[in-house]
């Protein structure tokens, strides 16, 4: 949510949806750069085009971390009509 809030200046609200162990938060920022898969969640990974920014380039990696350590997957994707999509999805129980 932070990453979200801070790379959207638009006025419209954060959507934070979560439906049967699956969270994402969408905002209507600037959007994802091309970027290879997965490679929003590498440690230390700081896109260019947000480098005079603050952050270290490793909340993404962290929440990849513990939600692959409890069988999950992470994913990151442009939302239609601009923004970004950030989420998470963690297996049934």
Known sequence: MENATK????????????VRGRVEVRDRGPGLPDLPEGRLFDRFYRAPEVSGTRGSGLGLAIVR?????????????????????????????
């Open 65 to 93: 971390d513990v939600v692959v350590a409890h069988g999950g997957t992470v994913f990151a994707h442009n939302r239609e009509g601009g923004g970004a999509v950030i989420g998470f999805e963690l297996p049934g129980r």
């Open 7 to 18: 790379f959207d200046a638009s006025a419209e609200p954060l959507e934070i949806v979560i």
